[in-house]
């Protein structure tokens, strides 16, 4: 449990350092500017470091297919409740999508390997890899909604080179391509600054956030959906099919990952509330303190094979 603590310290150290720059140079630091620079541009090299890192292999799939599935059935509960609770259209986005967009990868892999070890990393590589898509293509469907019609929220999709990047980088990975350590080591020194810059940014937002100003139900709503609906879907989804517990195990695990910082990138992207959604993976991330612990307990239950 001690790695849990420590995979999960050394994120919030950069969150602090973001928080701390704001307080301190106020509007000297551009939000915005920074948001553009990780999402165009170094996001582009965490995508790809990521995706060639480890092969992908398609034999692996079907454990990142049930996630998948669960989250398509989570967001079609959402959408029965969402609307008739959330009048607002960018409270009615950030319910949507929020609770489904979880940090999988630089928090769901390393507390996957303290749980299970470092068998479980092809698993929650593609795991990963699919939340990729759900990030960039039903996120950034539903945060552009907030401010955009149908149409152009379609297109902002398209724009993103973040989606082209994973596309491009999964067809090298299946065709056998290996990147040299040099190549790897230029992929991984603009993938670690994207990574730092993503918790600086979470900092400088969570700076100012006023919570007395926040929609009680939209965080009572997330958070609810994140740490008790999503689960519980899993959960019952899990159970009654066959699949190796331990890979029923990641899955579920991930799924009980807290919001993705990738939320506040969008949000602040297509200016969707992003301080609204900055609460909203704070609050997320406090209470996985102590969600995960119990996540850990409930992997039990699922029957061995």
Known sequence: MSSIFISLLGIYIFIVMGYIAKMSFKEQIDDKTITLLNV???????????????????????????????????????????????QDKKEYSIAMVAAIIGNTGNLGIPINIAIFGEQSIPYTTVVNLVNVFVVYVIGVFYYSRGSFDTKTSLKNILKLPILWAAILAIGLSIVGYKPSEVVLKTLMMGAYASMTMQLFLFGIYLYGTKVRNLNKRLIAWVLSFKFIVLPLIAFVILYN??????????????????????????????????????????????LFLGVIFVAVKILELFPSL
């Open 40 to 86: 165009y541009f170094l996001q582009v090299f965490l995508t790809f470091w990521g995706l060639l890192l480890h092969p992908v292999d398609i034999t692996l799939l079907y454990a990142p297919s049930i996630y998948f599935i669960i989250v398509l059935i989570a967001l079609f509960i959402s959408a029965l409740f969402a609307k008739k609770l959330f």
């Open 241 to 286: 099919i066959e699949l190796d517990t331990m890979v029923k195990g990641i899955i579920f695990i991930e799924l009980m990952m807290p919001l993705a910082v990738a939320n506040v990138n969008l949000a602040s992207l297509y200016d969707c509330s992003p301080k609204v959604v900055t609460a909203l993976v704070f609050f997320s991330s406090v």
